[in-house]
Nanobody
Framework: QVQPVESGGGLVQAGGSLRLSCAAS????????VGWFRQAPGKEREFVAA????????YYTDSVQGRFTISRDSTRNTVYMQMNSLRRKDTAVYYC????????????????????WGQGTQVTVSS
């Protein structure tokens, strides 16, 4: 089982940027689709972005399209999410989730219990 570990969160002013990382311990991420989700206080966890096993297919929720970029580096066994033009509404705990198969549908459409979740990293955007 792939156990993801997130890093890179922090406090940033609106309009700023952060890069989140999702590294795997124990096994390679290379064969699996990976996604980012977020959960703001008092709200449900929501999908943000996903990338397939090869990195050639990505998918984003509308609110981050054009501002966030998900990518992966197989040599580092890490998935990244570059977040630009951050807004206060982006404030949340961000979670990395590893699917059980290779394509982005495995992240977007699978039941949440079928994903392997990290512990999350806090992103706070101030005005």
């Amino acid at each position: 089982q792939v156990q993801p570990v997130e890093s890179g969160g922090g406090l940033v002013q609106a309009g700023g940027s952060l890069r989140l990382s999702c590294a795997a311990s124990g096994r390679t991420l290379s064969n699996y689709a990976v996604g980012w989700f977020r959960q703001a206080p008092g709200k449900e966890r929501e999908f943000v972005a996903a990338i397939n096993w090869s990195g050639h297919n990505t998918y984003y929720t509308d609110s981050v399209q054009g501002r966030f970029t998900i990518s992966r580096d197989s040599t580092r066994n890490t998935v990244y999410m570059q977040m630009n033009s951050l807004r206060r509404k982006d404030t949340a705990v961000y979670y990395c989730a590893v699917a059980r198969s290779a394509e982005t549908t495995a992240v977007v459409q699978a039941p949440r219990e079928n994903l392997n979740w990290g512990q999350g990293t806090q992103v706070t955007v101030s005005s």
